[in-house]
């Protein structure tokens, strides 16, 4: 594994981290929404974590030849939660419904914001990493020009 692989992977957990923080910061922003462009209240939504394509040719050959090949991480989707939207006794809303009760996001402030901290260390050690790499081709190349 060379030095600006590991940069790759590092490099793709930041961007993958980096998205899932701006779909938690949405989650937060709207835990309050009881009506969305497509009607009804705010769903929380998920991002979905895979690994990168590994049938480059690149990497299947490093594969025969024994050789590992790190391939970082990639979003495939962002997905709605489908669990249970909460109901609240406010007759007075106009989202009322006619029992009078508001259908309000499925969106829990305290674990979006434990999610926002996870996924900010996530991105943190990500940037450790990338940077420990950095160093180590910086040093590698110092050792040529004596």
Known sequence: ????????????????????????????????????????????????????????????LNGYLGYYKPNGVKVTQVVEDPSDLRLVYEPDNPDANEEGYVEYPNVDTVTEMTNLIDSSRAYEANVTAFNAAKSIASKGLELFKG
Not at 31 to 51: D, L
């Open 1 to 60: 594994m060379g030095v600006f692989s590991s940069m790759n992977v590092a490099a793709t957990g930041m961007t993958a981290q980096q998205l899932r923080m701006d779909v938690i910061s949405e989650n937060i922003a709207n835990a309050s929404t009881t009506r969305t462009q497509k009607g009804g209240a705010y769903r929380r939504k998920t991002v979905v974590f895979s690994e990168q394509d590994t049938t480059s040719f690149d990497h299947i």
